[in-house]
């Protein structure tokens, strides 16, 4: 379990040297499944992600995963702590094949048929794939399949998602969609998803809004949703669509 204890963050303004409180003492339990962050441009939701992954350093506060304090491991020891990150931009690797890089997440030699079992979850026909290099000539879409292949390859404890949806296309993220479904069911650790899509928000465990570097609410989507989209009124229309 992820425990996030009185999070701050400030920044220093370069042009005017004013400190910026990004995040403002947040705290957060993550023990559910699939939970999914949402909130207003700018709230702050990727830089508390970052943080969890160790790529920025709270100004204050305590990061604890499994009741391990991890405030002060780098990004590494996070990651071998059972961490792993997505980020809305997945990078690319010129000279990795799609194989080798699922080869890695795994952390073990595994053969073909488990590496294309990765590539099959994520709805990608893992022949097409498994030995193409991963580079330029990947689409937006297919590259976050693969990163995402690489997480279930990972099996950490924990997996963040920042905007996953971002930059794909509408029917690349319907099957985006069902690929997140299928990990809700087999996933053995937890999901934190960065999302500002109702369909991802519908299959949360539990929605944590976060707006002005705070926490603004925490729940299970009935209970967040209403206040989210402004009435419950609101809410039971936008629910008859979703579900
Ligand atoms: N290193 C930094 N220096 C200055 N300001 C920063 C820095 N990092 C983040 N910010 C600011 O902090 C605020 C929160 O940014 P963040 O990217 O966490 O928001 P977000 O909720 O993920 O937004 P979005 O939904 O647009 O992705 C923004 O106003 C951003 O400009």
């Not at 962050?37 to 990727?46: D, E, F, Q």
């Not at 992954?53 to 100004?59: E, K, M």
């Not at 690797?93 to 890695?104: A, E, N, P, S, W």
């Not at 893992?126 to 279930?152: F, Q, T």
Request: proline share 2%; hydrophobic share 40%.
């Amino acid at each position: 379990m992820l425990e996030l204890r009185d999070i701050s963050f400030q920044v220093t303004d370069e042009n005017d040297a004013t400190n910026k409180e990004i995040l403002k003492n947040v705290n957060l339990k993550v023990d559910d499944r699939f939970v999914a962050i949402t909130g207003p441009n700018g709230g702050g939701k990727s830089t508390l992600a970052k943080i969890i992954a160790g790529i920025f350093r709270p100004t204050s506060g305590q990061i604890l995963l499994d009741g391990v304090d991890i405030t002060n491991m780098s990004i590494t020891e996070r990651a071998r702590a059972g961490i792993s990150f997505a980020f809305q931009q997945p990078v690319r690797f010129k000279g990795l094949t799609v194989k080798d890089l699922i080869t890695l997440a795994a952390g073990k030699d595994i053969n073909i048929s488990q590496a294309c079992s990765y590539l099959s979850e994520v709805g990608l026909c893992a022949k097409d794939y498994i030995n193409r290099e991963v580079n330029a000539s990947l689409s937006g879409g297919e590259l976050k399949r693969i990163e995402i292949a690489m997480i279930m390859a990972r099996g950490t404890k924990l997996s963040i998602f920042d905007e996953p949806e971002a930059g794909i296309d509408l029917w690349s993220f319907n099957n985006l969609i069902q690929v997140f479904e299928s990990m809700h069911e087999k996933i053995n650790g937890s999901i934190l998803i960065i999302s500002h899509q109702e369909r991802i928000l519908n299959i949360a465990d539990k929605i944590v809004v976060v707006a002005g570097g705070q926490i603004k609410n925490v729940g299970t989507k009935a209970e967040v949703l209403p206040d989210l989209l402004g009435t419950s009124e609101a809410c039971s229309t936008l629910m008859d669509k979703i579900v």
